[in-house]
């Protein structure tokens, strides 16, 4: 078998970490002696081995000698577990190939060096661009020092997401949202705005399976209006960010559970990238956006949305039913977002859409 398949095999390993790893990359490893895989392992949960050290504890004995497929840079660094690149130098393969390397400037090419350096042969590169994709979230924390946000909408086809009323429930089907229900599980953070709170109340939280942890819930809520029964703030694990500086509104908050964080910009509202870059330094990865029009298109606005998983189903709403994007001032065909688009498919009897805005 080839490099090639055999990161590809790595590559499908490490996503059954999908939603664990969480704030840990998915990360997948292959260990080949003499054309027979003599070992494979996967990172399961942020604390416990990487997953070159489950494919080496795998292999045994087996590993001198052999060929070790990893689909991100072995770690050379120190943090809630010990550095995989001297786990590998001890195991003696002759040769590691490496999907991607680790973005993380605790490593960034240093776990390559440090395997070269000990007489390994490593390669880089194999189906990169795979790896990365598996990972948007860690790449952007730790490049772009945000999380690589998600926008998901559900919506009528004429593009519309509630009646005048507000009314919302359900414009796509079970398996839309069951399918919506993956998005959140793979999620550090979901976020919305106070519009969807009070419109909506939802509680924001993975229900469809258990993957031990909670994405934290945020809430963009300049005035500080979410009341205390929001049913988002029945667990731990809410953030409530605002622009005032109502004390005892935010006292009573606390007294309920939640966080309260006031980012305001010089006009009032939440400073969104501001917002971002404070989600990045707790670790989250990628983030869900599930609001309404006015955060969506603040967001949009503002460049930080990264992709947009649209539902779109089979009915229209009418022109008083409310838009995905508030965005005023747009006149001439030069101020579309374009788009692009990445997937289609059906899910139940609605379109899965998956694009990314085009900034320009
Ligand atoms: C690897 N293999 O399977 C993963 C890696 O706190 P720790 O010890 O778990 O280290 C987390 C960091 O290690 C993480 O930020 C990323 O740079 C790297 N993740 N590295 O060699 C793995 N999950
Ligand atoms: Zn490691």
């Avoid at 004390?247 to 009573?252: D, L, N, S, T, W």
């Avoid at 030069?334 to 085009?358: H, K, N, S, Y």
């Amino acid at each position: 078998m080839s490099d090639e398949a055999h990161i590809a095999h790595a590559l499908r390993l490490a996503r059954r970490g999908l939603y664990t790893t969480d704030p840990n990359p998915r990360v997948g490893c292959v260990v080949v002696n003499e054309g027979v895989i003599v070992g494979e392992g996967w990172h399961q949960r942020a604390g416990e081995p990487h997953a070159e050290i489950n494919a080496l504890r795998a292999a045994g004995q087996k590993a001198r000698g052999a060929t070790v497929f990893v689909t991100l840079e072995p770690c050379c660094h120190h943090g809630r577990t010990p550095p995989c690149s001297d786990a590998l130098i001890e195991a003696n393969p002759s040769r590691v190939v490496v999907a991607t390397e680790d973005p993380n400037p605790k490593v960034a090419g240093q776990g390559l060096t440090a395997l070269r350096q000990a007489g390994i042969a490593v390669d880089v590169g194999i189906l990169q661009e795979q790896a990365r994709a598996l990972n948007p979230g860690f790449e952007s924390r730790m490049r772009r020092q945000r999380p690589f946000v998600r926008a998901k909408l559900a919506v009528s086809l004429d593009g519309r997401t509630a009646m005048a009323s507000g009314e919302s429930k359900w414009i796509t089907g079970d398996a839309a949202r069951a399918d919506v229900q993956r998005w959140r599980a793979r999620s550090s953070a979901i976020l919305c705005g106070i519009g969807t709170v009070l419109q909506d109340d939802p509680s924001l939280t993975v229900r469809a399976f258990d993957i031990g942890r909670q994405p934290l819930r945020v809430v963009t809520d300049s005035n500080l209006r979410t009341p205390s029964s929001a049913k988002l703030l029945a667990h731990k694990g809410a953030l409530i960010v605002t622009a005032c500086d109502d004390g005892e509104r935010a006292a009573q908050l606390h007294r309920v559970g939640a966080e309260v964080l006031s980012l305001p910009t010089a006009d009032g509202a939440v400073d969104l990238a501001a917002l971002l870059q404070h989600l990045a330094g707790r670790e989250i990865n990628e983030v869900l956006l599930e609001s309404g029009p006015t955060l969506c298109g603040a967001m949009l606005a503002a460049k930080l949305i990264d992709e947009l998983v649209l539902y779109l189903a089979p009915s229209l709403m009418g022109s008083e039913a409310r838009g995905m994007f508030n965005l005023s001032g747009l006149q001439y065909m030069a101020d579309r977002t374009t788009l692009e688009i990445d997937d289609v498919r059906a899910v139940g009897d609605d379109w899965r859409i998956i694009c990314r805005p085009v900034y320009l």
